[in-house]
């Protein structure tokens, strides 16, 4: 699955939808696969839950992180580095965290003029089934017409990452798959994959056999999940 991706993968979603668990996983297994990896956290909306909280687990790994200048702070203040910029027209892998909603969205928006120029993206929109304002195929939908008007680019595909944190169960997951499907078929886009915390994978595959999944590792805890 990972071999079909573009070298820039943008991922975009509603808050709370999983996006940096993803971003985070996606990076690690793109350097498995041995490629050069840059994570960029393009958050500047939430700060809370971001992939610079995760810079000195990525780094161990290889993977070089880009975030925005006050990350890791206190300081509350949207600055976007320049180095994102610099490395978008390289062969390195590039994964973008994108903030959420389409006020997180516009932050994307500045490059995609340079993204479109070094080849173009594949972008992921993230949907969880579970959350609020994104409960319906209408609603998901809605915000993606949201997202893709301020970032200036147009989603490539949906995964489906409906979850209930801890209390997620391979049913779970399971239930909210035509959810998932309706979301994507309303843009005529593929649904890429459903994301599955990776304790319950084969359980899952068992529920879904003819779908693709994507076994994830959870490194986005609450802090009582810890």
Sequence with gaps: MLEQLKRILVIVGHYGSGKTNLAVNLAMDFRKAGKEVILADLDIVNPYFRSADF???????????????????NLDIPALTARLDAVLDTDKQ??????????GAAALGRYSAAI????????LYVVNGYRYLTRTAEQASSLLSEIQSASRLEATAVVNNSNLGEQTTPQVVADKLAFAQETAAHYGLPLLFTAVPEAFSGELKELIPDRELYPVKIYVKKPWEV
């Design 94 to 103: 590039i994964v973008i965290d994108v903030g959420g909603d389409d006020a």
């Design 116 to 123: 479109r120029e070094a080849g173009g993206c594949d972008m």
């Design 55 to 73: 810079t000195g687990l990525l780094e161990q790994e290889g993977i070089e992180m880009i975030a925005p200048l006050y990350a890791g702070t």
